[in-house]
């Protein structure tokens, strides 16, 4: 694995804060956010609650721009233009290195656009869920009644878990953390689990808003009476 090409003062600072954002905060909210999506599978009331708890946090715009929207930008408009700069070798070289670098690029780019249409819908569009907690579990149960949407979802969660588990291994191998063969290949192991473990939650997290009976929003409409209209 070769460390972080070197470049010249501020590409390679750009370069390392585009290889910690994956971790931190992004890979962080990650984590949160598969975890707090999978209180659904506990029921719409549980679901609900985590929904509030998260919307009721102090000044939760600013930390979602800070905290979230912005790294995410920084971390995706760079590795566009990292993808943009480098040489894709496959050809040259078809070892699995190269499929995994291939990989890496293609799985940011599905997660990209996946997050884009899924903050679009369920934050910008229809049922506004931060001052409406209670209609969060209906709007996505709403928004599943559309079989293209659900295969995106999926599709969503299969490149961003393994996107964000052979980041955990490429960070661990550029910072230092894995030194040697041996030690790269048993955490290539561990990143193998973790991604099938974050996909394994997101699918059976999504399961649980066809488990559940359609649930009501908040605004009093039940959702039979929207999809009749
Ligand atoms: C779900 C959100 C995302 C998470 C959690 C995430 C996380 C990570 C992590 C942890 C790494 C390894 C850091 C390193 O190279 O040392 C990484 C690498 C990378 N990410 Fe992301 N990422 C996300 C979204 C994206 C998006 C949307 C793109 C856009 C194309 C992208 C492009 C890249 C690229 C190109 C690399 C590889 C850099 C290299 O090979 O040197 N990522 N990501």
């Given amino acids: 694995m070769a460390p972080l090409r070197a470049g010249a003062g501020h590409s390679f600072l750009l370069r390392r804060l585009h290889s910690l954002s994956g971790i931190v905060p992004v890979g962080l909210f990650l984590i949160e956010h598969f975890i ?13 609650k985590q929904v509030e708890l998260l919307s009721g946090f102090p000044f939760v715009v600013a930390l979602e721009l800070f905290g979230i929207w912005i790294p995410i930008l920084y971390h995706s408009l760079y590795g ?76 969503g969660i299969v490149a961003a878990s393994w996107h964000f588990a052979y980041g955990l291994w490429l960070f661990a191998a550029k910072w230092g953390i894995t030194t040697g063969d041996n030690a790269r290949r048993r955490w290539g192991y561990m990143c193998v689990i ?36």
Avoid at 36 to 48: H, K, R
Avoid at 86 to 102: D, F, I, R, T, V
Avoid at 195 to 224: C, K
Wanted: hydrophobic share 45%; net charge neutral; proline share 5%.
């Fill in 36 to 48: 707090s999506n999978a209180f659904a599978t506990n029921g719409p009331e549980s679901y609900t």
């Fill in 194 to 229: 973790i991604a099938l473990g974050f996909i394994a939650v997101g699918l059976a997290t999504m399961r649980s808003f066809f488990h559940w009976p359609l649930q009501p929003l908040d605004n009093g409409a039940g959702l039979e009476s929207i999809l009749a209209r």
């Fill in 80 to 155: 566009f233009y990292i993808w943009y700069r480098g040489e894709s070798n496959l050809g040259e070289y078809p070892w699995m290195g190269n499929w995994m670098y291939a990989a890496q690029r293609w799985t940011g780019a599905i997660a990209f656009f996946y997050m884009g249409y899924h903050t679009w819908h369920l934050r910008f569009s229809g049922v506004h869920i931060l001052s409406h907690p209670g209609a969060a579990f209906g709007k996505v149960q709403l928004e599943f009644q559309n079989p293209w949407i659900v295969a995106f979802y999926v599709v």
